[in-house]
């Protein structure tokens, strides 16, 4: 990931290039990025992970959200006196979920701790993603000119209403695919296909016009019905969309890097999660996962795209993040192995006492198999 902003940052040196971030062909690129990015999570999440913790993940996307936001922007305001601040301290807010699927990948969480940690990464992904948009237009106006909705009460509501009307039409178009799957199912092999076709273009058609009308909300509430077997293909999109937003970074990283607001700002974020999740885990049942949860906070993908896609309104924001992930993730890494010497851990109480504990529910099929 290094050499993209290296190539980006020498592509941009070579050629001349200022001001891409002020360009439309920018800030499509950028939104779609990051609509692909919070697709993808949501997409990833097992619903038997949001029916479990269901509660759990409503205060932490919510409440916990504004509660890290305000701790961090009041850290950052209390040494700036800037409140153009508040739109990094929302960028930052949030738990990134492809670090916390490497980390469930080395199996260092309990399951109980796992799932909800899972489900809490990709939810709050899609919130601060829109509240970074709605901050910003707010602080700053629309910054492209091409922006739905304005910097006011009214237009948020708006742009809210059609989110739900879009996810709305994009639910019943499913239904309706799938409905056809099961008669096609009953007929011939080419039908099937066809109807398998049709729902893909489908949901590349819903996600580009999510895309262009900034409706993002849409495209995450989205991802957790609508679901092609397109598995390998996301998550290799993914990956590049990854290098591609790191070789943008290059390529507005004109202004160079801010460290030491960085470092303050990845800190900030790194404490807020602590103390956040020190008080939503107060009660009883979560003592266990308690401190995993309090050392969770990760940042990635989706702050460097949030900090490119507010860019052209709060130049620099870019300069400031990118050490501010870094920050952040290399204070994850030294607390969790220096928790992991003290308290090594240990299987979760749901497995010690005799009931089974909570799995991710396996990879669903694009459309349900017909009623047998």
């Not at 779609?32 to 097992?46: C, H, K, P, Q, V």
């Not at 990464?121 to 899609?126: L, V």
């Given at each position: 990931m290094p050499a993209a902003v290296a190539v980006g940052a020498a592509a941009a040196a070579i050629l001349h290039l200022t001001g891409l971030e002020r360009s439309r062909t920018y800030s499509l690129l950028v939104t779609?990025?990051?609509?692909?990015?919070?697709?993808?999570?949501?997409?990833?999440?097992?619903l038997t992970?949001?029916?479990?913790?269901?509660t759990m993940i409503a205060l932490a996307v919510t409440v916990g959200v504004v509660a890290k936001i305000a701790i961090?922007?009041?850290?950052?305001?209390?040494?700036?006196?800037?409140?153009?601040?508040?739109?990094l301290a929302v960028a930052m807010a949030q738990i990134d979920?492809?670090?916390?699927?490497?980390?469930?990948?080395?199996?260092?969480?309990?399951?109980?701790?796992?799932?909800?940690?899972?489900?809490?990464?990709?939810?709050?992904?899609?919130?601060?993603?829109?509240?970074?948009?709605?901050?910003t237009a707010f602080l700053f106006g629309s910054g492209d000119g091409r922006s739905s909705f304005g910097a006011g009460f009214t237009a948020f509501a708006q742009n809210l209403f059609w989110n739900l009307v879009l996810a709305a039409a994009g639910y019943l178009v499913w239904r309706g695919l799938c409905a056809a799957r099961r008669v096609a199912w009953r007929h011939r092999r080419t039908a099937l296909t066809a109807v398998r076709a049709v729902a893909v273009l489908a949901t590349v058609v819903v996600g580009l016009a999510t895309v262009y009308f900034s409706l993002l909300l849409a495209l995450a509430l989205?991802?957790?019905?609508?679901?092609?077997?397109?598995?390998?293909?996301?998550?290799?999109?993914?990956?590049?969309a990854m290098v591609v937003a790191m070789f943008a970074v290059g390529l507005v990283l004109v202004g160079g890097v801010k460290p030491l607001t960085g470092v303050l700002l990845g800190t900030a974020a790194y404490c807020a999660q602590a103390l956040t999740a020190l008080v939503l885990t107060m009660p009883r049942s979560w003592r266990h996962s308690r401190a995993r949860l309090m050392l969770a906070q990760q940042n990635g993908m989706t702050a460097i795209l949030l900090a490119l896609l507010v860019e052209p309104a709060f130049p620099g924001a870019i300069g400031v993040v990118v050490p501010a992930i870094v920050t952040a993730n290399t204070l994850h890494a030294l607390c969790n192995a220096m928790w992991d010497r003290f308290d090594p851990p240990k299987p979760d109480l749901e497995t010690s006492g005799g009931v089974t504990p909570f799995r991710r529910s396996p990879t669903r099929s694009p459309l349900p198999e017909p009623d047998r």
């Open positions: 779609a990025l990051l609509g692909l990015g919070l697709y993808a999570s949501t997409r990833s999440i097992a992970e949001f029916r479990n913790r269901v961090i922007f009041g850290v950052m305001y209390l040494c700036f006196r800037k409140p153009d601040h508040l739109v979920p492809l670090a916390v699927a490497a980390v469930r990948a080395r199996q260092r969480l309990s399951p109980r701790t796992n799932s909800l940690l899972s489900a809490w990464a990709s939810f709050d992904d899609p919130v601060t993603a829109l509240l970074t948009i709605y901050v989205l991802g957790l019905f609508v679901r092609p077997s397109l598995g390998r293909l996301v998550d290799g999109t993914v990956r590049w």
